[in-house]
Nanobody
């Protein structure tokens, strides 16, 4: 059993920062979390879901071009928590942000593609709003 819960969303002005957290729970999650490919997607109203950033078990990240240099994804396997540090935020970052996890073989971590098709577990999302 795996449950993911995001927190840290809110409203910020352009140029500001937010840090999102994703806490995992459940016996299955605690047993295998350190091996999971984990990361973040976002979806704005009327837009398609977009991969933002992922990190593999070894701690190697991959980012969407739109957030490179501004966002940092990290994980704390001891605390089974995933983070997304968002700096220099822009109005176009406004979206619902979702935490997701898949096996170590999931495409974001093995193929360098922010593809959701291999991701098994999803959180409920946290809203981020950036005003200009």
């Amino acid at each position: 059993q795996v449950q993911l819960a995001e927190s840290g969303g809110g409203s910020v002005e352009a140029g500001g920062s937010l840090t999102l957290s994703c806490a995992g729970s459940g016996n299955t999650y605690r047993a295998y979390a350190s091996n999971y490919c984990m990361g973040w997607f976002r979806q704005a109203p009327g837009e398609e879901r977009e991969g933002v950033a992922f990190i593999n078990a070894a701690g190697t990240p991959i980012y969407a071009d739109s957030v490179k240099g501004r966002f940092t994804v990290s994980r704390d396997n001891a605390k089974t928590t995933l983070y997304l540090q968002m700096d220099n935020m822009k109005p176009e970052d406004t979206a619902m942000y979702y935490c997701a996890a898949g096996g170590a073989w999931a495409r974001p971590c093995t193929k360098g593609r922010l593809d959701a098709s291999d991701l098994i577990y999803w959180g409920q999302g946290t809203q981020v709003t950036v005003s200009s």
